[in-house]
């Protein structure tokens, strides 16, 4: 029963974040659709599907520049508020917005610096992210300085695991934070060049 009850929490905790990915644009596509739609049927008198997708993409932008003016971040605030007291809403908006907030901005308290470490065998390398120095109790009881990592999952680095690896066995890159996100979102088809590294077209001119 114990490992019955292990294996479900983590099928949820591996689930959760892609599910509420995927609940949340799907949601926002039906609703934006459908109120296209009967926009549209007003003037045409036939209901058109698929401007849902265009709508969506507007009422983010809008969206954006609402929250960015003093009226659209005192409401923001105040709806944050009303979310943040809820006894389970609240904990699910705080963890998720902390999550966000740290990717989109690359804060250096959240993320420090881009690692390699062979995971989940030798020979097998994968990229994350130190998040600190372990300290207490898991730092007393190993023999070797460990760091906290995270390692994201690919194509939604919003989830992941958790590792405490002896710093010996990391390699430190030179690219930033914000190139290991997107080489993570992008599965590797974007990669980052080698940092100073002069194109091979400017050594020609030279």
Do not use: C, H
């Not at 995927?22 to 008198?45: P, Y």
């Not at 923001?76 to 007291?85: F, N, S, V």
């Not at 994350?128 to 009881?141: D, I, R, W």
Request: glycine share 8%; charged share 20%.
């Amino acid at each position: 029963m114990a490992n019955i009850k292990k294996y479900f929490i983590t099928g949820i905790l591996a689930i959760l974040p892609l599910a509420a990915t995927i609940f949340t644009i799907n949601w926002l596509f039906n609703v934006t659709d459908d109120f296209a739609g009967d926009i549209v049927a007003l003037f045409t008198r036939q209901k058109v599907k698929g401007l849902g997708f265009l709508t969506m993409i507007v009422l983010v932008f809008l969206t954006g520049i609402f929250t960015t003016n003093v009226l659209g971040r005192r409401l923001l605030a105040y709806g944050e508020r009303l979310i943040t007291r809820m006894p389970i809403a609240g904990v699910i908006y705080r963890t998720v917005k902390q999550i966000l907030d740290a990717f989109a901005t690359g804060e250096q308290n959240a993320f420090q610096r881009v690692v390699m470490l062979e995971y989940p065998r030798r020979g097998i390398w994968a990229l994350a992210f130190v998040t600190g120095t372990s300290k207490g109790e898991v730092q007393e009881k190993t023999k070797d300085t460990v760091i906290n990592v995270f390692l994201p999952t690919t194509p939604n680095p919003t989830s992941g695991f958790l590792l405490m690896v002896p710093e010996e066995d990391l390699i430190y890159l030179d690219m930033s934070v914000e190139d290991g996100i997107k080489m993570i979102i992008s599965g590797g088809v974007i990669t980052p060049p080698v940092p100073d590294q002069a194109p091979e077209s400017d050594e020609v001119s030279e």
